[in-house]
Structure formats: C-alpha cells, structure tokens
C-alpha cells in the first residue's frame, strides 16, 4: 500500500481508487512498524470509502486492527449524506475513563496501600459477568439509559461537580431505550457498578512529572507525588449487546454489498435504522457514565473508610473512548455539524469550546490516556491544532501489539504479580489468566503515543502519573 512520509509524525495514504478522501495516519516510524503488522492501514483506507466521509480518515498513535474501523480511528460523516456504523464505534460504547485528584500524597496512603486495594476489591465487583451491587428494575435501568450519570448523582452516588466534569455532563441526551432489545436490557440489568475485563481496571496512581504546571493547576493536579485514582471501563454486556444487535440489523436491512469490508456494515444517519441505532448507542454510553459514577462513588468511601477522610478527592474529567457524536466543526473554511465516530480516541478540545466546563475552557478540556499495567498513564491538554488536524481528537491508550492469546503463552499472571511487587505496586485481580492477557509488552509504549500526539499538536502534556496499586477484573 502506498504510504506518502509527510513529517517524522505524520504520513498519507493518498486518495484512490474508491477512496473519498485521503487517510491521514499520525505516527512515529517506530509505532508504525507494529502499525504495519496488522490491517489498520487497509482499514484507515476502506473507511475513506464510505459516504459523506469529510475531509480524512485519521489513525491515531495507537492505532491496531479492529472491527471494521481500525481502534484508533477517527472519521466525520456528513449529516444529510453520510452514514453511522456500529464498527466506528467498537462493542464496548462509552468505554472510558474518569479521573480523580485527592489532596493525599504518596506517603500518606503507603502503610495502608495494601487495605485500600482490598476493600476497593470488595466495594466494586469485577471480572467477566460479574454481577453488581446494584440490582435493577426495568423501569430504574431505563431511567439511567436516558439520564446516564445524572440518575446516579440524584441518587446518592457522587455530586452536581462530579457532572460538570464529565464529557456531555455524563448524559447524551439524543439516549432512548425504545429499541434497546430485551437481551441487552438483561444483560445490563446486573451489571451495574461493576469494572469487568480485559483491559479495564481501576489504579491509585502518584503523580510521577508535571509538565506544565500552569494547566496542572486548573485541573487539580498541583504537585509530585499526589495520589490520583483512575477508573477505566465501559457499558458492559449492555453496550456490548447493542452493538451485536444493530450490526445484524443492518447486515439484514441493506446487507454488505458494495462495501470494502462486511464489517464496515452502516446505515444513512439520518434513516430510520441509523437513528434507533444511534439513540441506542447513547443509552449505551449513558449507562457507561452512571457506571463510572457509581465506581467512584465507592473508591471515595473506600478511602473515607480506610483513610478517615476522602480529602479532596474532586473529579478531574471524564472521556469516552469509543462514540459516535454530533459536533460543529469546520470542514473546507465552513462551520458544519457532522458525525463524528472515535472508536479507541479521545475528544481533545482546545480552549473556548462551550462543551468543555467552565473551569477549564480558557486552558482545554482534560484529555487521560491510561498506560498498560504497570506503566505511567498521561494527563493531557486539548488543543486548537487538534480541531483542526483530527476533528478534535488524540489517542486513548497504548494500543495493542500482541493477542491475548499470545499474551497467555508468553506470560504469566503470578510472575506479573511478583514483578510489580517488586517494583511497588500493589496488584489485586479476578484470575491470572487476564492478568496475563494485560501485560504491558503486549503494548505498544505509551511514552511514544504520547510524545506523537504531543508534537502533533493532538493534545499536549500536562503531567505523568505511576500506578501504586492496580485492580484487574
């Protein structure tokens, strides 16, 4: 495939054949060779073949082989003449992450390390097909499908501040339930408050380098050694069924003919199936943020409990992960609304943007990119640059380079274990199979993402945070 080097960080798939516009690829010459080993680069390419696709399919840093779209792929789609894919999206809708600051610091927590993680095991469920702690009724789960995080603040999980920091105030108001299928609804039901698997998982970090300290301020991050707790997951069975669903509901109302890959099966925005789909996906991602909230509202007790005080123990931010939204942005000198699919990206608005909170737009909304176990995660900072090189987005993690499975031959979870323990971090987990599944050198290197995206102008460095204890489903 022909690949045009446009700088060290940036490089075209030029527009051919049935390509409407080009694919543009953010990435190093050493993230591209694992980028190569795969089919991101044909998928970045068969996207730039759908309709109403604006101005570029863009491949994030981290970017690998996913269903259809490559994970770490971007695209906008026109309104009127542009379609909506589940595959854009990815089956788990709304996986995130949510971020909070505490006023501890390392030495603080260091004698009862080993007691938080225990009870933050105990406090919130996790592992495949976990139940929660919360069990619902029908009509209580269609409530958070509408109001997502709102209907855990009311009640009694978490604050008003809590929503003010959270991507779309933790609720997508185009959500309906209508056609989320019972099956969907079933698997939803129990699974409320819980982390999962894979490569979700709950940390307390430190923070390890401020890179900008102006920025840290404003978000809370303000010194070196800060403890800071991470949460990482996303809609669950729910979102996971949602997209099941309306991937063979579209296979079997316009089939695939005609397009570049199966996966890539759509429907028009704007139809009738594109829009139960997408108010569905909403719900979908609501339900993620109500599960975040009820997560954090948990840690907060746990350390209350464990610590005597949950002293400021604030929310940074919120982000999605894998979503499809309706935004403004200017394509060819024209404001426009369109669709925006990131599927394993992260929004990185700069300053002034109405959608980020009012305590964070002169500086830009807070972009987190989570690293493998073991490894620094990133505070970042959303950027002007970005609106205009990649709709507004950057990556959202280190992105695979190896299978699970091959993963679970070269690994083992008990060694891991030992190895963090080793190098003071605290490891709890449901099996060591998953553990092994989540090694870190199945990762790509989150400093090289990062740094890609940093020069890129995708989002800029902020500050460096380091696991001190990890929970794994």
Known sequence: M????????????????????????????????????????????????????????????????????????VAAFDLDSGIISPGGV?????????????DFREQDITAKRKELLAEIFKAVPAGVGKG????????????????????????????????????????????????????????????????????HFLEFQKVDRIFNAEVARAFGIDAEGQVTVMIHCGSRGLGHQVATDY?????????????????L???????????????????????????RQMIAHWVRDVFKRVL?????????????????????????????TVCIHRKGATRSFGPGRSEIPAAYRAVGQPVIIPGSMGTASYILVGTKEAEERSFSSTA??????????????????????????????????TNWKGVAEEASAAYKDVDEVVRVSHEAGLGRLVARVVPIGVMKG
Request: proline residues 3%; glycine residues 12%; charged residues 25%.
């Open 2 to 73: 022909e690949l045009r080097k446009i700088s060290d960080i940036v490089w075209e798939i030029p527009k051919q054949g049935e390509m409407k516009v080009p694919a543009l690829i953010y990435s190093s010459e050493r993230l591209l060779k694992d980028i190569r080993n795969d089919l991101t680069l044909t998928q970045a390419r068969n996207v730039a073949c759908l309709p109403g696709i604006q101005l570029m399919s863009y491949v994030m840093p981290d970017a690998h082989q996913g269903y259809g779209f490559p994970i770490g792929g």
């Open 90 to 102: 990815g089956y788990d809708i709304n996986c995130g992450v949510r971020l909070l600051r505490t």
């Open 265 to 291: 099966v759509n429907a028009p925005f704007k139809s009738e199936i594109g829009q139960r789909y997408y108010k569905s996906m909403c719900a979908a991602v609501n339900y993620a943020f109500a599960n």
């Open 247 to 263: 991937i063979e509901i579209m296979e079997n109302k316009a089939g695939t003919q005609g397009l570049p890959d199966r996966e």
């Open 308 to 336: 005597g005080n949950a002293k400021g123990m604030s929310m940074v931010y919120d982000v999605c992960h894998n979503v499809a939204k309706v935004e403004r942005h200017t394509v060819g000198g024209v404001e426009k």
């Open 132 to 199: 929660g702690v919360t069990k619902l009724s029908r009509g209580v789960l269609r409530d958070i499908l509408v109001k997502g995080a709102e209907w855990a603040v009311e009640n009694g999980y978490g604050t008003a501040e809590d929503l003010d920091r959270t991507e779309e105030r933790g609720r997508m108001r185009d959500a309906a339930y209508d056609h989320v299928s019972e099956r969907a609804m079933e698997r939803g039901a129990p699974q409320l408050g819980t982390l999962g698997s894979g490569n």
């Open 396 to 429: 959202h993690g280190a992105g695979r380079v190896m299978s699970r499975h091959a993963a679970v031959r070269r690994f083992r979870g008990e060694q891991i274990r030992d190895d963090l323990a080793r190098r003071g971090i605290e490891l709890k987990s």
